[in-house]
């Protein structure tokens, strides 16, 4: 469950997510809010008679798995085409952000968990909570579009206890 945030600091303003809409927000607080776990970088399927979305764990060709940062993020959606870049309206849309993601807790009215590195001061707290994709993917550059099937996963969906 979500905690107050360590950004508070004794009786003063409230921290930038809790204050401004996603709109409202810098450059630099949106790029903030998100947490490094990179599960909105795995490749999922979709299922299209229902609609229904699977993770794998096959992540895009320029994620790092050990840092969980992309390699050319300034250039991302242009080398990877079907990149989804992240803005309010995306955030409010997509089915499939996980139900950890910053953005998404934020557009929600949530609060952000413990681990987030704006509530930890840690940006290593994403990865000791086990949220991160670190260590857990293959990259799509190694995997014939045939096979995505065999990497079905289900934790990027899920929440923490």
């Not at 790092?64 to 990877?80: F, G, H, K, M, Q």
């Amino acid at each position: 469950m979500p905690v107050q945030s360590s950004g508070e600091t004794g009786g003063a303003e409230s921290p930038f997510w809790k204050r401004l809409t996603l709109e409202e927000m810098s450059s630099e607080e949106w790029e903030s809010l998100c947490d490094g776990c990179a599960r909105c970088c795995l490749n999922k399927l979709e299922d299209w008679d229902t609609g229904e979305i699977v993770w794998t764990a096959i992540a895009c060709e320029l994620l790092d798995d050990e840092s969980c940062r992309c390699a050319d993020y300034p250039n991302r959606t242009t080398r990877v085409p079907d990149c989804i870049p992240l803005d309010p309206h995306a955030v409010r849309t997509l089915t499939w952000l996980p139900a950890t993601c910053g953005y998404r807790l934020v557009a929600e009215g949530r609060d952000l968990y413990w681990w987030h590195p704006l509530v930890s001061g840690d940006p290593e707290t994403v990865h000791e909570a086990g949220i991160s994709v670190a260590g857990r993917t293959v990259s799509e550059a190694d995997i014939p579009v045939e096979e995505y099937e065999d990497f079905v996963v289900t934790w990027p969906g899920e929440r923490p206890d």
